[in-house]
Protein backbone atom coordinates (compact mmCIF):
# COMPACT_ATOMS: atom_id res chain seq x y z
CA UNK A 1 0.00 0.00 0.00
CA UNK A 2 1.22 3.56 -1.13
CA UNK A 3 -0.35 6.77 0.62
CA UNK A 4 1.23 10.09 0.14
CA UNK A 5 -0.74 13.50 1.68
CA UNK A 6 -0.61 17.04 0.76
CA UNK A 7 -2.59 19.40 2.43
CA UNK A 8 -2.11 21.62 -0.44
CA UNK A 9 -2.30 21.05 -4.01
CA UNK A 10 -0.45 24.02 -5.15
CA UNK A 11 3.03 22.40 -4.41
CA UNK A 12 2.07 18.85 -6.59
CA UNK A 13 1.13 21.25 -9.36
CA UNK A 14 4.14 23.75 -9.74
CA UNK A 15 6.36 20.30 -9.18
CA UNK A 16 4.41 18.84 -12.23
CA UNK A 17 4.85 22.66 -14.46
CA UNK A 18 8.50 22.33 -13.49
CA UNK A 19 8.84 18.57 -15.57
CA UNK A 20 6.25 18.48 -17.71
CA UNK A 21 8.06 20.76 -20.42
CA UNK A 22 10.83 18.48 -20.44
CA UNK A 23 9.25 15.05 -19.89
CA UNK A 24 6.69 12.91 -21.39
CA UNK A 25 6.46 10.82 -18.76
CA UNK A 26 8.70 10.00 -15.43
CA UNK A 27 8.75 6.57 -12.93
CA UNK A 28 7.63 8.18 -9.85
CA UNK A 29 10.13 5.28 -7.40
CA UNK A 30 8.31 5.33 -4.18
CA UNK A 31 9.98 3.96 -1.01
CA UNK A 32 9.91 4.85 2.87
CA UNK A 33 12.44 7.82 2.34
CA UNK A 34 10.20 9.27 -0.23
CA UNK A 35 9.33 9.56 -3.78
CA UNK A 36 12.37 10.00 -6.66
CA UNK A 37 11.97 10.72 -10.33
CA UNK A 38 14.85 10.92 -12.46
CA UNK A 39 14.41 11.30 -16.37
CA UNK A 40 16.71 12.52 -19.23
CA UNK A 41 14.53 14.76 -21.67
CA UNK A 42 13.27 13.76 -24.83
CA UNK A 43 16.19 14.61 -26.63
CA UNK A 44 18.64 13.13 -23.75
CA UNK A 45 20.27 16.57 -23.71
CA UNK A 46 19.08 17.67 -19.79
CA UNK A 47 17.84 15.43 -16.82
CA UNK A 48 15.93 16.30 -14.20
CA UNK A 49 16.24 14.33 -10.57
CA UNK A 50 13.64 15.37 -8.20
CA UNK A 51 13.23 14.55 -4.42
CA UNK A 52 10.35 14.08 -2.23
CA UNK A 53 11.09 13.43 1.18
CA UNK A 54 8.71 11.37 3.43
CA UNK A 55 8.95 13.36 6.23
CA UNK A 56 7.77 16.42 4.28
CA UNK A 57 4.59 14.85 3.27
CA UNK A 58 1.53 15.75 5.49
CA UNK A 59 1.16 11.64 5.58
CA UNK A 60 3.22 9.09 4.02
CA UNK A 61 2.64 5.47 3.86
CA UNK A 62 4.95 3.13 1.59
CA UNK A 63 5.26 -0.73 2.72
CA UNK A 64 7.02 -2.20 -0.20
CA UNK A 65 9.08 0.20 -2.92
CA UNK A 66 6.88 1.14 -5.81
CA UNK A 67 7.82 2.37 -9.52
CA UNK A 68 5.38 4.08 -10.58
CA UNK A 69 5.36 5.20 -14.34
CA UNK A 70 3.03 8.02 -15.67
CA UNK A 71 2.19 10.05 -18.22
CA UNK A 72 2.78 13.56 -17.15
CA UNK A 73 0.34 14.84 -19.97
CA UNK A 74 -2.08 12.93 -18.53
CA UNK A 75 -1.35 13.93 -14.33
CA UNK A 76 -1.31 17.31 -15.98
CA UNK A 77 -5.34 16.96 -16.94
CA UNK A 78 -5.91 15.87 -13.28
CA UNK A 79 -3.95 17.75 -11.05
CA UNK A 80 -5.89 20.47 -13.33
CA UNK A 81 -9.46 19.07 -11.73
CA UNK A 82 -7.57 20.09 -8.16
CA UNK A 83 -8.30 23.71 -6.20
CA UNK A 84 -4.79 25.10 -5.26
CA UNK A 85 -6.22 24.60 -1.89
CA UNK A 86 -7.64 21.29 -1.74
CA UNK A 87 -5.87 18.33 -0.06
CA UNK A 88 -4.13 15.52 -2.49
CA UNK A 89 -3.59 12.24 -1.63
CA UNK A 90 -1.71 10.01 -3.93
CA UNK A 91 -2.63 5.96 -3.96
CA UNK A 92 -1.54 2.90 -4.97
CA UNK A 93 -1.62 -1.02 -3.93
CA UNK A 94 1.15 -2.92 -3.86
CA UNK A 95 1.90 -4.62 -8.01
CA UNK A 96 -1.01 -1.81 -8.93
CA UNK A 97 -1.22 -0.86 -12.39
CA UNK A 98 -3.49 2.13 -11.68
CA UNK A 99 -3.14 5.26 -9.66
CA UNK A 100 -5.46 7.44 -7.90
CA UNK A 101 -5.37 10.59 -7.01
CA UNK A 102 -7.64 12.10 -4.42
CA UNK A 103 -8.78 15.60 -3.77
CA UNK A 104 -10.84 16.88 -0.82
CA UNK A 105 -11.84 20.67 -0.23
CA UNK A 106 -10.92 22.30 3.10
CA UNK A 107 -14.46 21.70 4.32
CA UNK A 108 -14.63 18.34 3.34
CA UNK A 109 -17.93 18.59 1.55
CA UNK A 110 -16.38 17.83 -1.94
CA UNK A 111 -14.03 14.58 -2.20
CA UNK A 112 -12.85 13.78 -6.29
CA UNK A 113 -11.06 10.70 -7.08
CA UNK A 114 -9.28 10.40 -10.48
CA UNK A 115 -7.61 6.89 -11.17
CA UNK A 116 -4.73 6.77 -13.99
CA UNK A 117 -3.20 3.74 -15.36
CA UNK A 118 -0.08 3.27 -14.99
CA UNK A 119 2.73 3.02 -17.57
CA UNK A 120 5.67 0.93 -17.60
CA UNK A 121 8.92 2.84 -18.81
CA UNK A 122 12.03 1.38 -19.22
CA UNK A 123 14.32 4.37 -17.92
CA UNK A 124 17.78 3.26 -16.91
CA UNK A 125 19.43 5.08 -13.84
CA UNK A 126 22.20 7.00 -13.66
CA UNK A 127 24.37 7.58 -11.09
CA UNK A 128 25.18 10.86 -10.12
CA UNK A 129 27.93 11.54 -7.91
CA UNK A 130 28.30 14.08 -4.99
CA UNK A 131 31.01 16.63 -6.72
CA UNK A 132 32.78 19.93 -5.64
CA UNK A 133 31.89 22.61 -8.07
CA UNK A 134 34.19 24.94 -9.00
CA UNK A 135 31.84 28.01 -8.91
CA UNK A 136 28.47 27.98 -6.96
CA UNK A 137 26.18 30.79 -7.19
CA UNK A 138 22.82 31.53 -5.53
CA UNK A 139 20.49 34.25 -6.39
CA UNK A 140 16.89 35.05 -6.67
CA UNK A 141 14.72 32.41 -9.16
CA UNK A 142 13.03 35.33 -10.59
CA UNK A 143 15.96 37.24 -11.78
CA UNK A 144 17.50 33.80 -13.12
CA UNK A 145 14.06 33.48 -14.95
CA UNK A 146 14.61 36.97 -16.22
CA UNK A 147 17.90 36.94 -17.33
CA UNK A 148 17.24 33.70 -19.59
CA UNK A 149 14.08 34.39 -20.87
CA UNK A 150 15.64 38.15 -21.56
CA UNK A 151 19.43 36.55 -23.52
CA UNK A 152 17.15 33.97 -25.48
CA UNK A 153 15.65 36.77 -27.69
CA UNK A 154 19.40 37.16 -28.59
CA UNK A 155 21.15 33.58 -29.25
CA UNK A 156 20.40 30.35 -28.77
CA UNK A 157 23.36 30.19 -25.88
CA UNK A 158 24.00 31.99 -23.35
CA UNK A 159 27.87 32.14 -21.92
CA UNK A 160 28.20 32.28 -18.16
CA UNK A 161 31.34 33.53 -16.65
CA UNK A 162 31.43 33.41 -12.61
CA UNK A 163 34.40 34.95 -10.83
CA UNK A 164 34.85 35.83 -7.44
CA UNK A 165 33.53 39.38 -7.73
CA UNK A 166 30.08 38.44 -10.18
CA UNK A 167 28.87 36.64 -12.28
CA UNK A 168 28.27 37.18 -15.90
CA UNK A 169 25.60 36.53 -19.00
CA UNK A 170 26.22 36.95 -21.93
CA UNK A 171 24.89 36.35 -25.47
CA UNK A 172 25.14 37.49 -28.92
CA UNK A 173 23.41 37.37 -32.27
CA UNK A 174 22.63 38.53 -35.30
CA UNK A 175 20.93 41.69 -33.65
CA UNK A 176 23.51 42.22 -31.12
CA UNK A 177 25.28 41.13 -28.00
CA UNK A 178 23.97 41.52 -24.21
CA UNK A 179 25.57 41.21 -21.31
CA UNK A 180 24.01 41.32 -17.51
CA UNK A 181 26.45 41.14 -15.01
CA UNK A 182 25.31 40.67 -11.63
CA UNK A 183 27.54 41.28 -8.49
CA UNK A 184 27.52 39.26 -5.26
CA UNK A 185 25.54 40.93 -2.54
CA UNK A 186 26.76 42.15 1.20
CA UNK A 187 24.05 42.36 3.87
CA UNK A 188 21.07 42.28 2.20
CA UNK A 189 18.01 42.38 4.39
CA UNK A 190 16.44 39.47 2.39
CA UNK A 191 17.91 36.06 2.33
CA UNK A 192 16.10 35.69 -0.55
CA UNK A 193 17.22 38.67 -2.25
CA UNK A 194 20.60 37.74 -1.58
CA UNK A 195 23.28 36.84 -4.62
CA UNK A 196 26.15 34.37 -2.86
CA UNK A 197 29.23 32.90 -4.93
CA UNK A 198 31.34 30.76 -3.60
CA UNK A 199 34.12 29.80 -5.88
CA UNK A 200 37.34 27.65 -6.21
CA UNK A 201 38.28 28.35 -9.77
CA UNK A 202 36.68 30.68 -12.20
CA UNK A 203 34.41 29.37 -14.78
CA UNK A 204 33.59 30.26 -18.57
CA UNK A 205 30.65 28.32 -19.47
CA UNK A 206 28.10 27.99 -22.64
CA UNK A 207 24.69 26.84 -21.97
CA UNK A 208 21.56 26.15 -24.36
CA UNK A 209 19.17 29.10 -23.68
CA UNK A 210 16.05 26.57 -24.35
CA UNK A 211 17.10 24.04 -21.78
CA UNK A 212 18.07 26.99 -19.26
CA UNK A 213 14.31 28.39 -20.02
CA UNK A 214 12.84 25.14 -19.27
CA UNK A 215 14.25 24.87 -16.17
CA UNK A 216 13.00 28.21 -15.53
CA UNK A 217 9.62 26.64 -14.84
CA UNK A 218 10.63 25.47 -11.20
CA UNK A 219 11.03 29.21 -10.41
CA UNK A 220 7.52 29.57 -8.33
CA UNK A 221 8.67 26.59 -6.17
CA UNK A 222 11.52 28.31 -4.48
CA UNK A 223 12.97 32.03 -4.35
CA UNK A 224 16.37 31.23 -4.83
CA UNK A 225 18.38 29.29 -7.34
CA UNK A 226 21.67 27.66 -6.91
CA UNK A 227 23.71 27.21 -10.43
CA UNK A 228 26.47 24.31 -9.83
CA UNK A 229 29.48 24.85 -12.46
CA UNK A 230 33.01 22.91 -13.55
CA UNK A 231 34.73 23.18 -16.34
CA UNK A 232 33.54 20.32 -19.02
CA UNK A 233 30.95 19.00 -16.59
CA UNK A 234 27.25 19.50 -16.45
CA UNK A 235 25.74 22.87 -15.16
CA UNK A 236 23.36 21.96 -11.88
CA UNK A 237 20.45 23.91 -12.14
CA UNK A 238 19.01 23.73 -8.34
CA UNK A 239 15.68 24.88 -7.00
CA UNK A 240 14.83 23.81 -3.13
CA UNK A 241 11.34 22.86 -2.12
CA UNK A 242 10.66 24.35 1.12
CA UNK A 243 10.46 21.12 3.20
CA UNK A 244 10.18 18.78 0.85
CA UNK A 245 12.93 18.11 -1.17
CA UNK A 246 14.24 19.53 -4.54
CA UNK A 247 14.39 19.90 -8.15
CA UNK A 248 17.49 19.49 -10.10
CA UNK A 249 18.55 20.05 -13.64
CA UNK A 250 21.60 19.11 -15.21
CA UNK A 251 22.80 20.66 -18.59
CA UNK A 252 26.10 19.79 -20.37
CA UNK A 253 27.57 23.03 -21.29
CA UNK A 254 28.04 23.47 -25.08
CA UNK A 255 31.47 22.29 -26.87
CA UNK A 256 32.68 25.68 -28.80
CA UNK A 257 32.92 25.60 -32.32
CA UNK B 1 21.16 20.32 -30.73
CA UNK B 2 24.94 21.30 -32.16
CA UNK B 3 28.18 21.51 -30.14
CA UNK B 4 25.55 19.38 -27.19
CA UNK B 5 26.58 16.35 -25.82
CA UNK B 6 23.99 13.57 -24.79
CA UNK B 7 23.82 14.04 -20.74
CA UNK B 8 23.49 9.96 -20.46
CA UNK B 9 27.50 10.05 -21.28
CA UNK B 10 28.65 12.69 -18.26
CA UNK B 11 27.15 9.96 -15.80
CA UNK B 12 27.51 6.13 -15.03
CA UNK B 13 24.33 4.11 -15.28
CA UNK B 14 23.33 2.38 -12.10
Known amino acids: MFEARLNNATTLKKILDAIKDLLNEGTFDCSDSG ?22 FDKFRCDRNLSMGMNLGSMAKILKCANNDDTVTIKAQDNADTVTFMFESQNQEKVSDYEMKLMNLDQEHLG ?20 CRDLAQFSESVVICCTKEGVKFSASGDVGSANVKLAQTFNVDKEEEAIVIEMQEPVVLTFACRYLNAFTKATPLSNQ ?17 AELGHIRYYLAPKIED | TSGQKNIGSFFAPK
Do not use: K, W
Not at chain 1, 37 to 43: G, H, I, R, T, Y
Open chain 1, 225 to 241: VQLSMSADVPLVVEYRI
Open chain 1, 35 to 56: IQLQAMDNSHVSLVSLTLRSDG
Open chain 1, 128 to 147: IPETDYSCVVRMPAMEFARI
